[in-house]
């Protein structure tokens, strides 16, 4: 059973940091991604990160303040969240993209982050 589970958010005041966790089970992804969704607004991309060679990228709106990482071990993906505005607030997801696959394929159920100004 294919599972990715998140886990990390809260509440945190403007300017404080918080870090995101997903833990993977079940099948081998080629790539991870991070994505929220803000009350009524789509949902957006946030970070992605190559499985093997580890390669990222940022969306401009989190550039030099959010950090994709991995732990090949622990079968783990993380969002290190610095300098957070009240505008990151959203419901952040995690999402795995099967070898083979071209589109993001699962989705872990989401985790709330609120950013009080």
């Known amino acids: 059973q294919v599972q990715l589970v998140e886990s990390g958010g809260g509440l945190v005041q403007a300017g404080g940091s918080l870090r995101l966790s997903c833990a993977a089970s079940?099948?081998?992804?080629?790539?991870y991604g991070w994505f929220r969704q803000a009350p009524g607004k789509e949902r957006e991309f946030v970070a992605g990160?190559?499985?093997?060679?580890?390669?990222?990228s940022h969306a401009d709106s989190v550039k030099g303040r959010f950090t994709i990482s991995k732990d090949n071990a622990k079968n783990t993906v993380y969002l290190q969240m610095n300098s957070l505005k009240p505008e990151d607030t959203a419901v952040y997801y995690c999402a795995a993209r099967s070898i083979g696959y071209s589109d993001f394929n699962s989705w872990g159920q989401g985790t709330q982050v609120t950013v009080s100004s």
């Open positions: 079940g099948r081998t992804f080629s790539r």
């Open positions: 990160i190559s499985w093997s060679s580890g390669l990222t």
